[in-house]
């Protein structure tokens, strides 16, 4: 499995403003993944997050709102811009670790943002 | 659009056994079934995985039918710490990692 923490846990923000979201993971991984939760909703991919490369978006989600650094093997950040208060979700990061068989996905706390 | 298909509640009482069904009628022969679940606003945490056969680990069991199309999550002995969104997914891996698809899940309510 994988220990994830994400910072910061909890914030709210102004519209028009930009939130930057730390994951950080406790083992070295190639694939990083963020997820978005919106209230009463299931999770969303944003995108995923290889070290060394560009991020890639899943439609709907485009660079400029959500970019993306990916600096090494267990750090990623997610930079949330000019929000509104439909930015207002749960964000979550999520790492994929190798198994004798198959990947499986640990996901970190979370971060839940509120933007007034 | 998830692949699988879930009730949208269920009730359980505390001791007793959970048993979730999904539903994955088009599932592929080398997509596994993962299963997920969520504790109020809190990050989603696996449960446990399989391919075709039946698999146990210390949190639940997953029994997968002959054909593939179904599977249920047992919980032995539900406590009420057990009550979450549980989440089903079917998911490929081919040389490479595929993303998870989340539904809407089943929430599972354990009443003392």
């Known amino acids: 499995s994988a220990v994830i923490s994400q910072k910061p846990s909890r914030d709210i923000c102004q519209r028009g403003t930009s939130l930057t979201i730390q994951c950080q993971v406790d083992?070295?991984?190639?694939?990083m993944f963020w997820y978005r939760q919106q209230p009463g909703q299931s999770l969303t991919l944003i995108a995923t997050?290889?070290?060394?490369?560009?991020?890639?978006?899943e439609s709907g989600f485009v660079i400029d709102k959500f970019p993306i650094s990916r600096p090494n093997l267990t750090f990623s950040t997610l930079t949330v811009s000019n929000m509104s208060p439909e930015d207002s979700s749960i964000y979550l990061c999520?790492?994929?670790?190798?198994?004798?068989?198959?990947?499986?996905?640990?996901f970190g706390p979370g971060t839940r943002l509120t933007v007034l | 659009d998830a692949k699988t298909t879930q009730p949208p509640s269920m009730d359980c009482a505390e001791g007793r056994a959970a048993n979730l069904p999904c539903n994955h009628s088009?599932?592929?022969?080398?997509?596994?079934v993962y299963w997920y679940r969520q504790i109020h606003s809190q990050g989603p945490q696996y449960i446990i995985h399989?391919?075709?056969n039946n698999e146990t680990n210390e949190m639940a069991s997953l029994i997968i039918t002959e054909d593939r199309k179904s599977s249920t999550l047992i919980l032995p002995h539900a406590t009420l710490r057990d009550t979450a969104v549980y989440y089903c997914?079917?998911?490929?891996?081919?040389?490479?990692?595929?993303?998870?698809?989340f539904g809407k899940g089943t929430k599972l309510t354990v009443n003392p």
């Open positions: 999520s790492v994929e670790v190798q198994g004798p068989s198959t990947d499986t996905q640990y």
């Open positions: 083992s070295q991984v190639t694939m």
């Open positions: 997050a290889n070290q060394g490369s560009e991020a890639t978006y």
């Open positions: 088009t599932i592929s022969g080398n997509e596994y």
């Open positions: 399989g391919l075709k």
């Open positions: 997914i079917v998911r490929a891996l081919q040389g490479g990692s595929e993303k998870l698809v």
